[in-house]
C-alpha cells in the first residue's frame, strides 16, 4: 500500500492574529503537521504560541528553530535549515530544507525534506521555480520529499502524481481570508481522496 499523501503547513514568519487557534483548526481538519516557523521570534514567544495549541495537537508540530523547547513539550520533533543545521539528540525525527536535488541525497534518514521552490513562491516576492516537475519525477522517485513554494489545493494532486512524498503550504492559508483558504483546501483533498477511492 502506497504511503499517505502529506499536508504540512509552514507558520508565517510574522505574528498571525488568533494563530494558535488557527493552527488547531488545521490540524483538527486533517493537516498531518505544522512547521512552526518564527525566526525573528524570542523562544519564550515561541513558547507561549505552542502552549496555547491543545496538548492532544502538539505532537504534529516541528520547529524550525528554538530547539531547547523539546525538552518541555511533546513535539513530531525538528526541522534542520541553514540557520539550525544540526538537531538536538533528544530530537525524535527530523526533517530538513533543501533547495535542490544534490542535497536530497544525504538526506536518507529524515522523516521527509522539503524541496522549494517548486512553484513560484507565493509568500516570497521574486522567489521563482527552479524546477521542471515533469523532470522531478524519476529524481525523487521512492524518496519522502515534500514539495514547498507556491503550493495551492489546485496543484496538490499534479504534485502527488509527479510522486511527492506530500506538499507544504504557506503563503496560500496565511493571505487571504483563513476560514475561506482551509474550506477550500479541505474540499479539494477530500475530492481527492474520493477519487483515488474509485
Given at each position: 500500500?502506497?504511503e499517505?499523501?502529506?499536508?504540512?503547513?509552514?507558520?508565517?514568519?510574522?505574528?498571525?492574529?488568533?494563530?494558535?487557534?488557527?493552527?488547531?483548526?488545521?490540524?483538527?481538519?486533517?493537516?498531518?503537521?505544522?512547521?512552526?516557523?518564527?525566526?525573528?521570534?524570542?523562544?519564550?514567544?515561541?513558547?507561549?504560541?505552542?502552549?496555547?495549541?491543545?496538548?492532544?495537537?502538539?505532537?504534529?508540530?516541528?520547529?524550525?528553530?528554538?530547539?531547547?523547547?523539546?525538552?518541555?513539550?511533546?513535539?513530531?520533533?525538528?526541522h534542520?535549515?541553514?540557520?539550525?543545521?544540526?538537531?538536538?539528540?533528544?530530537?525524535?525525527?527530523?526533517?530538513?530544507?533543501?533547495?535542490?536535488?544534490?542535497?536530497?541525497?544525504?538526506?536518507?534518514?529524515?522523516?521527509?525534506?522539503?524541496?522549494?521552490?517548486?512553484?513560484?513562491?507565493?509568500?516570497?516576492?521574486?522567489?521563482?521555480?527552479?524546477?521542471?516537475?515533469?523532470?522531478?519525477?524519476?529524481?525523487?522517485?521512492?524518496?519522502?520529499?515534500?514539495?514547498?513554494?507556491?503550493?495551492?489545493?489546485?496543484?496538490?494532486?499534479?504534485?502527488?502524481?509527479?510522486?511527492f512524498?506530500?506538499?507544504?503550504?504557506?503563503?496560500?492559508?496565511?493571505?487571504?481570508?483563513?476560514?475561506d483558504?482551509?474550506?477550500?483546501?479541505?474540499?479539494?483533498?477530500?475530492?481527492e481522496?474520493?477519487?483515488?477511492?474509485?
Open positions: 500500500m502506497a499517505k499523501f502529506l499536508t504540512i503547513v509552514i507558520t508565517s514568519p510574522e505574528a498571525v492574529e488568533r494563530e494558535a487557534e488557527k493552527i488547531a483548526r488545521l490540524l483538527d481538519s486533517g493537516v498531518d503537521f505544522v512547521h512552526i516557523r518564527k525566526p525573528d521570534w524570542s523562544l519564550q514567544d515561541v513558547r507561549y504560541l505552542i502552549e496555547d495549541i491543545p496538548y492532544r495537537l502538539r505532537n504534529r508540530l516541528r520547529l524550525h528553530g528554538h530547539f531547547a523547547l523539546l525538552d518541555e513539550m511533546n513535539l513530531a520533533g525538528v534542520l535549515n541553514s540557520r539550525c543545521p544540526q538537531a538536538p539528540a533528544n530530537a525524535a525525527t527530523a526533517t530538513r530544507s533543501c533547495h535542490g536535488l544534490d542535497e536530497i541525497a544525504g538526506c536518507d534518514k529524515m522523516a521527509y525534506v522539503t524541496l522549494s521552490p517548486i512553484f513560484d513562491s507565493i509568500s516570497k516576492s521574486g522567489y521563482k521555480s527552479r524546477f521542471d516537475i515533469r523532470e522531478l519525477s524519476s529524481a525523487i522517485a521512492g524518496k519522502r520529499v515534500v514539495a514547498l513554494g507556491g503550493v495551492t489545493p489546485e496543484n496538490i494532486k499534479e504534485l502527488r502524481d509527479a510522486g512524498f506530500g506538499a507544504a503550504l504557506l503563503g496560500y492559508i496565511w493571505e487571504g481570508n483563513f476560514e483558504k482551509l474550506q477550500h483546501l479541505m474540499e479539494r483533498l477530500h475530492e481522496l474520493l477519487q483515488k477511492m474509485q
